[in-house]
């Protein structure tokens, strides 16, 4: 009976810290997006960049996220743009990057559902979202709101968004 309720506390205790963490716009979960880049950040605030699957040197390190290199923010908001203007589409997207052999952050050919999880991608305006709740789940989602350097505006962000929303329950 103890160990369970030592395990329950402990449970709780991490996720506030990781709660914490991500309040303070570092790092809890997968790797960046297109678009983005990793930085270690040590005690003293000193930051170092981290390749795709470079790993931080220690456990105080923290891992925030930064623009990436300019070629990749610059598709990230045409993509962007181009869903919001009269006639884009995901398929009509994809297409367009595939024949211009664009590829993702992992190396792989744009799809339908690349580009729609990166339309739907919050980071892209600013938010780190993590540990996203299931139905019927008893822990909520953790969000941080402007912790990041946003790549597009909230106001396309809300465009996009709107469309997505609209084609959903057609």
């Known amino acids: 009976a103890m160990a369970a309720v030592s395990s329950r506390e402990l449970g709780v205790t991490c996720r506030v810290g990781q709660d914490r963490a991500i309040q303070l716009g570092f790092q ?7 678009g983005f880049s990793r ?4 005690r003293t605030g000193t930051r170092r960049f981290l390749g795709r699957h470079q790993l931080k040197g220690s456990q105080t390190e923290r ?6 290199p300019q070629w990749e923010v610059d598709l990230v ?27 993702t952050a992992d190396g792989r050919h744009f799809t339908e559902t690349s580009i729609g999880s990166m339309l739907r991608n919050e980071a892209y305006i600013g ?7 299931v139905p019927g789940g008893r ?3 953790s969000r ?11 106001a396309l962000w809300g465009e ?10 057609r």
Not at 29 to 34: A, D, F, K, S, V
Not at 39 to 42: H, K, L, M, Y
Not at 63 to 68: C, L
């Open 139 to 141: 822990r909520p989602e």
């Open 77 to 103: 908001r045409r993509v962007f743009q181009a869903y919001a203007d009269v006639g884009g589409s995901i398929k009509g997207l994809a297409r367009l990057l595939q024949r211009e052999e664009t590829l």
């Open 39 to 42: 930085e270690a950040v040590d």
């Open 160 to 169: 996009v968004q709107a469309k997505l929303q609209r084609r959903r329950y």
């Open 127 to 133: 938010n780190f979202v993590w540990g996203k709740s």
């Open 28 to 34: 809890m979960g997968p790797l960046p997006p297109i």
């Open 63 to 68: 891992i925030a996220w930064v623009h990436g």
């Open 144 to 154: 941080a709101d402007g912790v990041i350097e946003p790549i597009v505006s909230k």
